[in-house]
């Protein structure tokens, strides 16, 4: 098994926005023609308007449109809707790049954002009591990666080795408690019904929890979580252009950053992986998909 052992962070909340109906043309020439880059995001977030700022301070304009779903987003990519997009990492495009066979890449990596176990009876994971239930998100990028957290703390068993676990794959004989899956935004919503819940980052503002209240988290930071980092991402044709590449790498400039340590609650890890290793693991993890 490869050192970054992979599952897949989040993807599930739906806003009730509607796909943008035009964007950014796409050329010969390039997709700054128009002078505007366009920049699919879910919803919209200071991390978004900082990524605004910094551009317009280089002289780049840059027009955020905002989706309801996330399966839309990479569509509109590849359509020419838009001309990047912010919003998934790279385990959620190996599932999309597998089940649709398009060309959407990496250009730039942001941020790993943590999950955590979450309860409102135990102060850590060894006092979770067998048989237990603990909510689990029920979308599958999202449900591997809590499986494989339970999995580290010693609440659950699989039925065999595998990279991306399901609830399938739980032995349930063998493993301390019981795993529900539920909505990703449901399993903060459930914790006073339940043991616990593994609760993505994005959620715990809503729900009033802090980061620092988490029985465990998953390893952000160390190899093994690099299939989380989150993305900047285009298509192939337009992996390379200089403009695009020059707004994603804003990211990493001090505004962006301090906006996005407020928004995360001081959460969020940056990583500016290579476009080399991003590549690398992205197929690694498509092929581990595969299988």
Known sequence: MRAYRVSALAVTTVLG??????GGSESAEGPYDDEV?????????????AIVDAAAEEGITVELREFGDYSQVNPATVNGDIDMARFQHIAYLADYRNNSGEDVVPIVSTSIYPMGIYSNQYDSPDQIQEGDEIAIP????????????????????FTSETTAPTESDVDTENSKVRVTPVSAEQTVLSLDSVAASVVNNDFLERADLNPQDALAEDGVGEESSYPYVNLFTTTEANA?????????ELFHTDSVLEAEAE???????????SREDMDQILADYQEDLKK
Do not use: F, H, M, Y
């Open 263 to 273: 928004e995360s609650r001081d959460t969020a890890v940056s990583l500016d992986l």
């Open 138 to 157: 029920n979308d599958s990028i999202n449900q591997t990666r809590a499986l494989l957290l339970l999995e580290a703390n010693d609440l659950v068993q």
């Open 37 to 49: 880059i366009t920049l699919g995001v879910i919803g919209s977030s200071p991390v978004d308007q």
């Open 17 to 22: 926005l509607t796909l943008a109906a035009c």
């Open 240 to 248: 390379d252009d200089e403009t695009l590449n020059k707004v994603a």
